[in-house]
């Protein structure tokens, strides 16, 4: 069974920087898109960014030059570079993967528990 586990959350100050992890576990055929999401206290869960196997990044306007996605393909592993961050940042940041079990399978949505990153002075 796969699993996504993130890492590096915790307290910020605003306009410091912190930097996500999410690796993946366990046996899987393939990984296509991966990608970031948060959800805040009283609001909906909402796209942060997505990177695609292939490197393509998409982000959400109000991170953009901000924050930073990227991958390793070889450690199953995506990274969120948060920098000059804000406390409307705050959040439980959650990692999401596209993955494929076998080879004749389908591609499932995997979601990790989330990590909680708080910008407070």
């Known amino acids: 069974q796969v699993q996504l586990v993130e890492s590096g959350g915790g307290l910020v100050q605003p306009g410091g920087s912190l930097r996500l992890s999410c690796a993946a576990s366990g046996s899987f055929f393939s990984m296509n898109a991966m990608g970031w999401y948060r959800q805040a206290p009283g609001k909906e869960r909402e796209l942060v960014a997505t990177?695609?196997?292939?490197?393509?990044?998409n982000y959400e306007d109000s991170v953009k030059g901000r924050f930073t996605i990227s991958r390793d393909n070889a450690k199953n592993t995506v990274y969120l570079q948060m920098n000059s961050v804000k406390p409307e940042d705050t959040a439980v940041y959650c990692c999401?993967?596209?993955?494929?079990?076998?080879?004749?399978?389908?591609?499932?949505?995997?979601w990790g528990q989330g990590t909680l990153v708080t910008v407070s002075s």
């Open positions: 999401h993967a596209d993955i494929r079990p076998t080879l004749l399978s389908r591609y499932l949505e995997v």
């Open positions: 990177i695609t196997s292939g490197g393509i990044t």
